[in-house]
């Protein structure tokens, strides 16, 4: 079994696996620091994912199940994994989540490219938070890159404080930005962190979640693909004056760009 140790959200974690994949996988994360946790991909875990993805191959499969133990264990460190795309914005971070397929990934690519070369990549699918303080609605909120950054393979080994989050559906028509109470957060939040097996797990994850609620501003934008869309979300999240002054980069070279080095 091969065995490695990558650095994730600041914390050295061994990695072991059956397939090299992995290990090419999380190339951009190695480090030589002496790991505090040791995970690799138990057999339930990869039946699960087997019956949910039977078409996928195995190192692929050890993959995600490997990330999803990591996952589990995280909670215990103050972090939990989003599913969602990060990007930075002259040094704060902006959370989107969606369903797969909605089109999140499409909606960070226009900010690049109509915002301009102030906006980057952190992670484009499923990065980890690490939410400091205990007081509710207190607390630092951190959004660290990680391999996992999606089929694009955006992403970046580094991280933002995250300002806001914001939710993504499709508008049938116009574009519409609107911030969410935290009731009404709860189930938007609560289908896009990762839920661990281990009930003790869940439970903390789930004090993250409040946490996260309490502190960060969340909105709901209803949107299209296009500038507007960008202008719609951009002035509610930065408060800033939308100007249009971005870099018009084609689609291909912001895929180039943001994905991850190595």
């Known amino acids: 079994?091969?065995?490695?140790?990558?650095?994730?959200?600041?914390?050295p974690?061994?990695?072991r696996s059956r397939y090299h994949y992995c290990r090419w996988y999380c190339r951009s994360f190695f480090t030589d620091r002496p790991p505090v946790l040791s995970v690799f991909a138990d057999e339930d875990r990869l039946n699960d994912l087997r019956e949910r993805c039977p078409d996928m191959r195995e190192e692929l499969l050890e993959r995600d199940a490997i990330y999803s133990v990591i996952?589990?264990?995280l909670p215990s460190f103050h972090r939990a994994v989003?599913?969602?795309?990060?990007?930075?914005?002259?040094?704060r971070g902006y959370l989107f989540a969606a369903a797969s397929g909605t089109g999140k990934s499409?909606?960070?690519?226009?900010?690049?490219q109509f915002v301009g070369a102030g906006v980057d990549i952190i992670n484009g699918d499923k990065p980890i938070c690490h939410i400091e303080g205990e007081k509710k609605g207190q607390a630092e909120i951190t959004?660290?890159?990680t391999p996992w950054c999606g089929k694009e393979g955006w992403g970046r080994r580094r991280s933002t404080p995250v300002a806001a989050v914001c939710f993504l559906r499709r508008a049938e028509e116009g574009n519409h930005i609107r911030r969410v109470s935290p009731a009404d957060a709860v189930p938007l939040m609560l289908r896009q962190m990762f839920?661990?097996?281990e009930p003790e797990a869940t439970g903390l994850m789930l004090d993250l979640l409040d946490q996260m609620i309490a502190t960060l501003p969340m909105y709901l934008l209803e949107?299209?693909?296009s500038e507007e869309a960008v202008r719609c979300s951009f002035e509610a999240l930065t408060g800033e004056a939308y100007t249009g002054n971005g870099i018009q980069a084609t689609a291909k070279e912001i895929d180039r760009l943001w994905r991850m080095p190595g």
Do not use: K, Q
């Open 1 to 11: 079994m091969d065995a490695f140790t990558v650095e994730l959200s600041g914390i």
């Open 13 to 15: 974690i061994e990695i």
């Open 71 to 73: 996952a589990s264990r």
């Open 82 to 91: 989003l599913h969602g795309a990060c990007i930075s914005y002259h040094d």
């Open 106 to 112: 499409t909606h960070i690519r226009l900010w690049r």
């Open 143 to 145: 959004a660290f890159g």
């Open 195 to 197: 839920h661990p097996y």
């Open 223 to 225: 949107c299209d693909i």
